[in-house]
């Protein structure tokens, strides 16, 4: 059959001009390689026209028997999801590349009564869970900013955290739940850290089912205050969240 450039021509037509993850799989069916892109048709269209920036990929190009897709609502989610099945599947040039030291990680750290989460880069030496790396360091910026309105994690240091007497301007906005002066118990603090862990281990749809459940029992004892805080995290995962539904691949 076909390989390289021929075939991948073959897919740009039906391609959308949407945020995606791709497979790149050899004549044996093994994955070579999983992207993610802002526009997959442009992404494939730049394969297909023999414009990549290094001999590798021209390699995994010419190695290429045939194509996955999988179409996302956002760029954010295709980033999860990109680094979910990497994780999971260790496609050969996705491993070359990996060792890369410059590609973030989105880390919650595990050396703090209260975690925090960060964008990471280099070595993985402070205590805690790393998610990632992303080939895409301005997405997982704006991945991060989703996820403190989803989870109201805190992102300060430990010195700013440390010298509060009253919460930061992000409490008053909404994007950290102010654990530093007590706005929120350690207990329910650990709670949403424990979701945000299961959410970017792609158990997604188990956090949303827990918040609307949360929701739905706020609005029925009549605490408006509260329903309308879980409705406004659900609003900032939609940001993030992967569709379930034309990807047979995530975890759950």
């Known amino acids: 059959g076909m390989v390289g450039a021929e075939v991948i021509q073959t897919f740009v037509k039906r391609l959308p001009n949407q945020p995606g993850v791709y497979r790149m799989m050899n004549a044996a069916g093994d994955v070579l390689y999983v992207g993610k892109?802002?526009?997959?048709?442009?992404?494939?269209?730049?394969?297909?026209?023999?414009r990549f920036h290094t001999a590798r990929i021209g390699r995994m190009v010419r190695e290429t028997a045939t194509m996955e897709f999988v179409v996302t609502r956002t760029e954010i989610e295709a980033l999860l999801l990109e680094a979910n099945l990497i994780k999971r599947l260790r496609p050969r040039f996705n491993v070359l590349m990996r060792d890369d030291k410059s590609f973030p990680y989105i880390l919650l750290t595990g050396d703090h009564v209260s975690p925090g989460i960060y964008k990471h880069r280099g070595a993985r030496s402070r205590k805690g869970d790393y998610f990632g790396p992303f080939a895409s360091a301005g997405a997982v910026g704006r991945t991060i900013n989703s996820l403190q309105r989803a989870f109201l994690l805190r992102s300060c240091t430990n010195s700013f955290y440390e010298n509060r007497t009253r919460p930061c301007l992000l409490y008053q906005i909404k994007r950290c739940a102010g654990p530093c002066t007590g706005e929120i118990s350690h207990q329910d603090y650990a709670g949403l850290v424990a979701e945000a862990k299961d959410f970017l281990?792609?158990?997604?749809?188990?956090?949303?089912?827990?918040?609307?459940?949360?929701?739905?029992?706020?609005?029925?004892?009549?605490?408006?205050?509260?329903?309308?805080?879980?409705?406004?995290?659900?609003?900032?995962?939609?940001?993030?969240?992967?569709h379930q539904g034309i990807n047979p691949q995530t975890v759950e």
């Open 37 to 50: 892109a802002r526009s997959l048709k442009k992404r494939v269209t730049n394969y297909a026209q023999g």
């Open 201 to 242: 281990s792609g158990r997604s749809l188990k956090v949303k089912t827990e918040i609307s459940a949360a929701m739905q029992q706020a609005s029925e004892e009549l605490d408006f205050e509260r329903a309308a805080i879980y409705r406004d995290r659900l609003a900032a995962l939609s940001h993030v969240q992967a």
